[in-house]
Nanobody, 121 residues
Framework: QVKLVESGGGSVQAGESLKLSCVDP?????MGWFRQAPGKEREAVAR??????VVYLRDSLKGRFNIFRDKNTVYLQMNNLKPEDTGTYIC???????????????????WGQGTQVTVSP
């Protein structure tokens, strides 16, 4: 059982930055971030393969968000945060054998508990 541990959430004002971290003791090949705003469905934010290749970044977040990893830790750098970025950010991982598989994976095998991000106007 892979246990993902997230950290870095918090409350900030619009325009500020946060960096989320997720430690995966299993160093699973494909890791990603999802988010869920109150009353909305969960949505994919970004995914990264073990090589460091970013295989997915939500179009609407390009230019503000970035994902990167260092060994078994994946980071989500969030800049110029907006109130609509408020939500629970959840780390996820799945063991796949290629960047393409990482990008197209329909479901993730492991999930973290989530960390809350609140952005005030």
């Amino acid at each position: 059982q892979v246990k993902l541990v997230e950290s870095g959430g918090g409350s900030v004002q619009a325009g500020e930055s946060l960096k989320l971290s997720c430690v995966d003791p299993g160093n699973t090949r494909c890791m990603g971030w999802f988010r869920q705003a109150p009353g909305k469905e969960r949505e994919a934010v970004a995914r990264i393969y073990t090589t460091g290749s970013v295989v997915y970044l939500r179009d609407s977040l390009k230019g503000r968000f970035n994902i990167f990893r260092d060994k078994n830790t994946v980071y989500l750098q969030m800049n110029n945060l907006k109130p609509e970025d408020t939500g629970t950010y959840i780390c996820a991982a799945i063991g796949v054998s290629s960047p393409t598989s990482c990008r197209v994976a329909i479901s993730m095998g492991y999930w973290g508990q989530g960390t809350q991000v609140t952005v005030s106007p």
